[in-house]
């Protein structure tokens, strides 16, 4: 990675309980196994730089965000909730051009067509099959830019990571 690029972490929550009398979706948790996922997931993201992390209201992101523990305050946007792909392209516009590394945790189907979306041509062959067809949740992607956050169309995916 070049040391002046914007580095997009893209993230869908980790797995959640299916719900239950009186549990709505925005309240449902994760499961033990979305639990260890998340932390899974922090522990590769710890040390890449991480400065904004953005994630939508339903619990199951923040609990993903708060579990991943990058020691970098976490952005509720209500607009990310089922969001798509170009909802979150709106948000990352808003990035100040000072802030070079970005997580989102968020939701399917957005978060898998935003990543496909912007990887490009020099991305990495496997990192791209790997989620072509499938994101399940808990899937980590990482793309670098050398736009500014609201100029972001294409960027090389170096990165894809299903959680086990």
Same mark, same amino acid.
């Given at each position: *990675? ?8 893209? *993230?869908?929550?980790?797995?959640? =309980? ?15 196994? /979305? ?37 970098? /305050? ?17 948000? !990352? ?10 997580? =989102?945790?968020?939701?399917?189907? /957005?978060?898998?067509? +935003?990543?496909?979306? +912007? ?8 990192? +791209?099959? +790997? ?27 170096? !990165? ?5």
């Amino acid at each position: *990675m070049s040391p002046k690029a914007r580095t997009l972490y893209l *993230m869908r929550h980790a797995e959640p =309980v299916w719900g239950g009398p009186g549990v709505g979706d925005l309240q449902r948790p994760l499961t033990e196994r /979305g639990k260890r996922q998340a932390a899974a997931q922090g522990e590769l993201l710890r040390e890449r730089g991480i400065e904004r992390v953005l994630c939508s209201p339903a619990f199951r992101t923040r609990e993903t965000a708060q579990l991943a523990g990058l020691g970098t /305050g976490i952005t509720e946007i209500p607009v990310l909730y089922n969001s798509s792909a170009s909802r979150i392209r709106t948000q !990352l516009a808003a990035i100040p051009e000072y802030v070079y590394g970005v997580l =989102v945790v968020a939701h399917h189907p /957005g978060i898998a067509e +935003l990543a496909r979306y +912007l990887a490009n041509g020099a991305s990495d062959a496997s990192a +791209l099959a +790997l989620i072509r067809h499938c994101f399940p949740p808990g899937t980590l992607v990482g793309l670098e830019f050398n736009d500014l956050w609201p100029d972001l169309h294409s960027g090389r995916l170096f !990165l894809a990571r299903i959680p086990g």
